[in-house]
């Protein structure tokens, strides 16, 4: 177990480091001249002399991507080129909007899609089924914001049960934040149920034709302890791998769902600063994001081991 | 007497048995069809609906798209103008008919060049074990990126135009081809008929052109569809926030940015594209799970 866990942490370095190096390089990618890109369209010549001296486009690029990286690894992730803020701080304020809103997603994610996806399972090829089949299929199609206004515009401005934009941190009382919250959480988390839903009726229909499920149902175990205990742990492996991979769909949907709800958080922050074209502080969010994907993808890693004993390799 | 011995006397011509199975006629060939995909067809009906109204967009009785009309000005959908005016006084059914055509342009150009430019680097990767840690490796950190903010970043570097955001979508999407691809190339391998191809010294490129590359059609198709669906949202999704398709464009995501200042009290502006763009994407969705279900069985049985 901690030799699996120890190469599966390892194994994450290069695939962070290509990660970097990618987030990096993104401004010597384009055609042009970097320090004319960051400093746009109205810039003065002066403007693209002081960003070229910051970015000290004189020094060979693995001298700079080493010393950028050092200081990535120290918290520094450079000034914002529009507030002149660093952006390790402008990302600690928007913090916490976008956490608690992935925190929601995720919570009714899994507690809505996995009992679905299981309940479509049992009552294989009946109407209960094909309905969440097609739920699933309509919550894939459907866009993230276009489920968010749908949403805003029926129980907000229809039916005026829920404010209609905002946030309201957790500290003002559980309810607030709640009633802030239930609709992006919901319009985010479409998708990723539709995802969850299919994976686990398809893993936990593998799993139900089992033998050992057949012994269990002769041994006289109920049908809830069939489908919970012993068909649900055995289906884990496939379901926590999609919601790993499903990670990516939640963050990319963030950015979106906060410019529709006006929730003030990093995808908000990261619309501003493309807007602005404030590129430090999009490589910034960019590598906060992905390395945030590559950690729940090896939280995952390290949870199969927990559902599946036999996976020691 | 065993079996197998025929007197030489009792040898006569086998009568011709009656067709058990008569030709289908054409007919119950298309209905059995529909009744055995029925998503295929409906899901290529409605994308053949939407490549037909992208393309006879000029003919729908539509008006200039970017007309602008001041004194029209946010005009409720009535029989002159179907889906109202925006805040410009432009016509919103022009304008989300011509919008069309940029969302099938993008979902299509961004599925072909993924699938091949996957393709491609999924076959090298799969025949050549050098490359093969060093692509995927790269295609790892690539895919480590979630897509959406991949094409956002790489957006924020260029000028808008479709060329790009086409571009952009493409970069985020095609390592899933390539991975897809070097599995299928590394199972394939292993095969009997490709281990003897390989040992009887056929070259290299006539054992990808006639045995690897058929065999990965069929999930390549399926990818592509997917992909297809993706590239459209995804497309939508960067005008909405400002980072696609140049606003003068009438996109879906682009009309969705615009009436987003008067949702509530218009919010027909936003709705009309958001009906089209999720009707266009379940339609090509419906025809991957359609086309999946077709050509792999295997799969069709678990999802």
Redesign the interface.
């Known amino acids: 177990m901690l030799a699996y866990a120890t190469r599966r942490v390892l194994a994450t370095i290069?695939?962070?480091?290509?990660?970097a190096?990618?987030?990096f390089s993104?401004?010597y990618?384009?055609?042009g001249d970097p320090a004319a890109?960051i400093a746009g369209d109205q810039a003065t010549p002066d403007d693209v002399e002081r960003i070229r001296a910051s970015l000290g486009l004189d020094r060979p690029f693995v001298i700079r991507f080493v010393d950028w990286l050092w200081s990535v690894l120290q918290g520094d992730l450079g000034n914002s080129i529009f507030t002149n803020l660093p952006v390790s701080h402008m990302i600690q304020q928007r913090i916490e909007p976008t956490l608690s809103l992935m925190a929601l997603t995720l919570t009714l994610s899994l507690s809505f899609a996995i009992p679905m996806g299981v309940i479509a399972a049992w009552k294989h090829g009946t109407w209960i089924d094909r309905l969440v089949m097609m739920t699933a299929?309509?919550g894939?199609?459907?866009?993230?914001?276009?489920i968010g206004?749908?949403l805003a515009?029926v129980f907000a401005?229809k039916l005026d049960w829920l404010p209609?934009q905002g946030f309201t941190s957790i500290s003002h009382g559980l309810l607030p934040f709640l009633r802030n919250l239930i609709l992006p959480a919901v319009a985010l988390g479409l998708v990723y149920m539709a995802l969850i839903a299919?994976i686990t009726r398809?893993?936990m229909?593998?799993v139900l034709s089992q033998d050992y499920v057949r012994t269990a149902k002769a041994k006289g175990v109920g049908q809830r302890g069939i489908l919970f205990l012993h068909a649900l742990k055995n289906a884990a492996v496939p379901i926590v791998t999609i919601v790993g991979i499903g990670f990516?769909?939640l963050?990319?949907?963030a950015?979106?769902t906060e410019?529709v709800f006006a929730i003030p958080g990093l995808g908000r922050l990261?619309?501003d600063?493309?807007?602005r074209?404030d590129?430090p502080v999009?490589?910034g969010?960019?590598l906060l994001?992905?390395c945030v994907?590559?950690v729940v993808n090896l939280i995952v890693d390290l949870l199969y081991t927990l559902f599946d004993p036999r996976i020691r390799y | 007497m065993s079996a197998t011995s025929i007197e030489p006397g009792s040898f006569t011509e086998a009568p011709r048995l009656p067709d058990v199975l008569p030709p289908a006629k054409e007919r119950g060939k298309i209905m059995g069809f529909v009744h055995r995909h029925p998503t295929i067809v409906i899901g290529g009906a409605l994308v053949g609906i939407m490549v037909l109204i992208a393309l006879l967009a000029p003919l729908l009785g539509t008006k200039d798209p970017t007309a602008l009309a001041p004194s029209r000005r946010t005009r409720e959908p009535s029989a002159t103008y179907w889906f109202g005016t925006d805040m410009l006084g432009r016509d919103v059914y022009s304008r989300v008919l011509y919008g069309s055509q940029v969302s099938l342009l993008v979902g299509f150009s961004v599925a072909a060049i993924a699938a091949v430019v996957g393709t491609a680097l999924g076959l090298v990767a799969g025949f050549m074990r050098g490359v093969d840690a060093v692509v995927m490796r790269f295609m790892d950190g690539l895919m480590s990126i979630p897509p959406i903010l991949l094409a956002i970043a790489l957006m924020a570097l260029t000028r808008a135009s479709v060329k790009n955001v086409i571009i952009a979508i493409s970069i985020a999407e095609f390592p899933r081809v390539c991975r897809l691809v070097r599995g299928v190339v590394l199972s394939l391998r292993e095969q009997p008929y490709v281990e003897a191809a390989i040992a009887s010294g056929t070259r290299t490129h006539v054992i990808i052109w006639k045995h690897i590359l058929p065999n990965t059609l069929a999930p390549l198709m399926v990818q592509a569809t997917f992909i297809c669906a993706s590239a459209m949202i995804a497309e939508a999704t960067l005008s909405f926030i400002g980072a696609g398709t140049p606003p003068i464009i009438p996109s879906w995501g682009n009309i969705m940015a615009e009436g987003r200042a008067l949702w509530q009290v218009k919010p027909y502006i936003v709705f009309f594209p958001a009906i089209f763009l999720s009707i266009t994407v379940l339609a090509v969705n419906l025809l991957g799970d359609g086309l999946r279900d077709a050509l792999d069985p295997r799969l069709a049985k678990r999802l």
């Open positions: 290069p695939v962070i480091l290509i990660v190096l990618f987030v993104l401004l990618i384009a055609p890109i299929v309509f894939f199609s459907t866009p993230v914001f276009v206004y749908l515009f401005l209609v299919r398809a893993t229909l593998d990516a769909a963050i990319g949907g950015v979106v410019s990261t619309v600063a493309i807007l074209r590129y999009i490589q969010v960019v994001f992905s994907y590559v």
